[in-house]
């Protein structure tokens, strides 16, 4: 196989600017995808992948010539068999259910817009009900590192494909887990976005009203790079929501994780074990940990499946129950028709109660920057799964199910290899919208970890340098508001997180300003001058507009110079104040001048 299978989406972007590799490279790679390999429904046939390179090559002459207007230039991907792409056939895994679609999926649309290239479409359970891999006409996917194992559903063939670098990422969905279970099988990253950041037109439900289109990648850089692309409202999906842009956007030094007070791995001692050493490795890494009560979420997981939320499937499947009873997998079809027994009045009754276990949860997580639980309790062989693939596959939804009834988003990370080599993982939950500062703290850890990158002998490529997150302004404060200091509240009562410490360009000086309670500089632009310190700090922006209504004059908010050139927003003083002001520019920095003062 090319040196290319394996590459993270930051290699494939790098090889491409630097001249190393043309597109075309990719009609080689098509090639080389085994051919008995049923992770694939569908393979891209040359005369689709001659189109689409030709329809990237007239995006990046509308773009000038300069790749970085297209953040996915020429990157390969799959996507799960119930996502549309246009002239491609949807399966859903269902033969007697396929259809050609007419048009792109919102999703994929965006994707292939950024440059991305559509290389297949991947295995799943059937109509996207299980978390096991196994329910599929096309065969079992075999788990990545041993074929003896599931792969884990129903995004089955997406995280494989993905684990074994044949694609940079590919779409899954959510509904249950099934964007999370097959990466902490596969080793892989798995994103579960906010409910309704993504658009769902072009999607087959299965919950309609709780489905997320999910991403799989080697490392959390990809799977949020390409998160930035695919989010955005689209009218078209009644499901679909603006970012309020409120939330925090990073996760500072110290931060608070919750887990579980009672963990349940079903005798999985390997799991267990794993986990356990997640916790140790967080500690180390500035975590403190909490134990909460985790009886809520596992009453909302329950509903999902042994309550009537299980008739919003059967809502999904009407047509087939009613036509094709018979083309529909024993297993998903007994647990859909499931749905029959309820009445509306125990569907009004469920909504009463998600709604009460939701606001549960969330107010159990409020202080806490994330929820860290095992992905799966447990890992199953497929002679296991023959035997019990009911009990099983709601065993490896233990810690998933509750997520998008609870309207949490979620982060699935590797944790580590069990002693028998197979793949153990972890995943981060929190609040609606706190996708971006889940991603800030999953980069932390996967660089702490010493792991392969999938099923591949790659690792973690060397840190590029920090780019400032979507959502959020950086703001330069140089006084009270430092930390530790009386107005430091101002920010983190905002969500604002510290970036670093840094200091101005030498061309300012610092006054301290008379009166002012509690005491505040004011830093100038100076003919001569010399550096200043100063912390950086990233709010979100829909709270930066408060932040700056409660500055008084004769301080307001303008574009600071860094040292290293960077330009921020930042804390100036209009001039008229300083004249009667103290010249403290000698100090470099505010905490020195009132260190001073004793």
């Not at 997320?212 to 790079?225: H, Q």
């Not at 800030?440 to 973690?460: I, N």
Request: include cysteine; glycine fraction near 8%.
């Amino acid at each position: 196989m090319h040196n290319a299978f394996g590459w993270t989406l930051g290699e494939w972007l790098a090889a491409y600017r630097s001249g190393t590799i043309t597109p075309d490279l990719l009609l080689t790679l098509a090639t080389q995808y085994p051919a008995d390999d049923n992770a694939w429904i569908a393979r891209v046939q040359p005369q689709q992948l001659a189109a689409q390179l030709a329809q990237l090559s007239e995006r990046l002459a509308a773009a000038g010539g300069d790749m970085t207007k297209l953040p996915l230039y020429g990157v390969p991907f799959a996507v799960k068999d119930n996502i549309d792409a246009a002239g491609w056939e949807t399966t859903a895994a269902c033969p007697e259910y396929a259809y050609v679609a007419t048009q792109d999926a919102s999703v994929v649309q965006k994707l292939r817009a950024a440059g991305a290239i559509l290389m297949g479409k991947t295995n799943m359970d059937q109509f996207a009900t299980g978390l096991v891999g196994t329910r599929s006409p096309y065969g079992a996917v075999a788990n990545s590192f041993n074929a003896d194992y599931v792969s884990g559903g129903s995004s089955s063939g997406s995280a494989s494909v993905v684990a074994r670098g044949q694609v940079a990422f590919a779409l899954g969905t959510d509904t249950a887990g099934s964007g999370r279970v097959p990466a902490g099988f596969n080793n892989i990253v798995g994103l579960k976005p906010t409910k309704g950041r993504f658009s769902n037109t072009g999607l087959v439900p299965a919950c309609r009203s709780v489905d997320c289109i999910s991403v799989f990648a080697l490392t959390v850089d990809a799977a949020e790079a390409v998160a930035q692309v695919a989010a955005g409202y689209d009218a078209s999906d009644a499901y679909s929501r603006a970012n309020p842009n409120t939330a925090p956007v990073a996760v500072g030094a110290a931060f608070k994780l919750a887990v579980p007070a009672t963990l349940e791995f079903f005798g999985d001692s390997q799991n267990q074990a794993v986990f356990e050493q997640a916790v140790e490795r967080f500690k180390a890494l500035g975590a403190v940990i909490t134990a909460v009560d985790f009886s809520p979420f596992k009453e909302l997981a329950d509903q999902l499946y042994f309550g009537p939320w299980v008739a919003e499937r059967t809502v999904a499947l009407e047509g087939m129950l009613t036509t094709r009873p018979e083309a529909i997998n024993p297993v998903v079809r007994g647990i859909v028709e499931n749905g029959l027994n309820y009445t509306a009045c125990d569907a009004y009754k469920a909504e009463y109660l998600r709604a009460e276990l939701s606001r549960r949860i969330n107010d159990s997580l409020a202080g806490f920057d994330a929820l860290l639980v095992p992905t799966s309790p447990t890992l199953r062989s497929l002679a296991d799964m023959a035997l019990e693939p009911v009990r099983y596959n709601s065993q490896f939804g233990y810690y998933t199910n509750f997520t998008n009834l609870a309207d949490l988003s979620a982060l699935a990370l590797p944790a580590g290899l069990r002693t028998d080599g197979l793949p153990s993982g972890i995943t981060l939950l929190a609040p609606a919208w706190h996708d971006t500062a889940l991603a800030h703290l999953g980069k932390r850890w996967q660089a702490s970890l010493d792991l392969p990158l999938g099923a591949t002998e790659r690792y973690l490529p060397a840190p590029t340098s920090t780019v400032q997150a979507p959502g959020c302004v950086r703001v330069a404060v140089v006084g009270a508001h430092l930390s530790g200091m009386p107005l430091n509240f101002q920010l983190t009562t905002r969500n604002a997180v510290l970036v670093e410490q840094t200091r101005t360009a030498d061309a300012y000086r610092l006054y301290a300003l008379p009166g002012t309670v509690p005491p505040k500089p004011g830093l100038a632009k100076a003919d001569s001058g010399r550096p200043i310190i100063v912390e950086l700090w990233d709010m979100p922006i829909a709270r930066f507009g408060e932040f700056v209504a409660e500055i008084p004059a004769p301080l307001g908010i303008g574009n600071l110079l860094l040292a290293d050139g960077r330009s921020v927003k930042g804390f100036i003083c209009e001039p008229w104040a300083l004249a009667d002001a103290l010249d403290i520019t000698e100090f470099g920095g505010w905490r020195a001048f009132i260190a001073s003062r004793g």
